[in-house]
């Protein structure tokens, strides 16, 4: 058997090369922010969800009160017969939603380490 040559150890180090960019750009995705999506049934609004605010998001019912502070999201008050989102709580993971569907509100965030599922949808 002959020993390694050239192109072997180009091709070892265009593997390493790229394993090493790969594993950067999936990992340095982790410091993204996260953003609050609410979609109402007359738009949609995105806020940084590291800035404190009241939104309040028209429905077919009335108004919607979506809470973001202190990095979490989440439904304080709305018309719905049953208050189920408002039970639900907040939210502070990318990827996590709660919903206020009798009003036709979608509140998620989006971004960070966690897009994608959680427990919740499995």
């Known amino acids: 058997m002959k020993g390694l040559r050239f192109f072997d150890f180009l091709i070892i180090a265009v593997a390493l090369g790229a394993t090493v960019f790969i ?3 999936i990992l340095g995705r982790s410091g993204d922010r996260l953003v609050v999506r609410i979609d109402g049934q007359s738009g949609q609004w995105e806020y940084p969800l590291d800035q404190d605010r009241e939104v309040r998001v028209p429905g077919p019912l009335g108004i919607t009160v979506v809470d973001i502070a202190g990095g979490r999201a ?4 709305s018309p719905c017969p049953n208050k189920t989102c408002v039970l639900a709580g907040s939210i502070s993971r990318g990827g996590q ?3 206020c569907l009798p009003n036709k509100v979608f509140v998620r965030l989006v971004g960070g380490d966690g897009e994608g599922f959680d427990a919740a949808a499995y």
Request: charged residues 10%; proline residues 0%.
């Open 23 to 25: 594993s950067l750009a």
């Open 74 to 77: 989440a439904i304080t008050d």
């Open 97 to 99: 939603w709660v919903a």
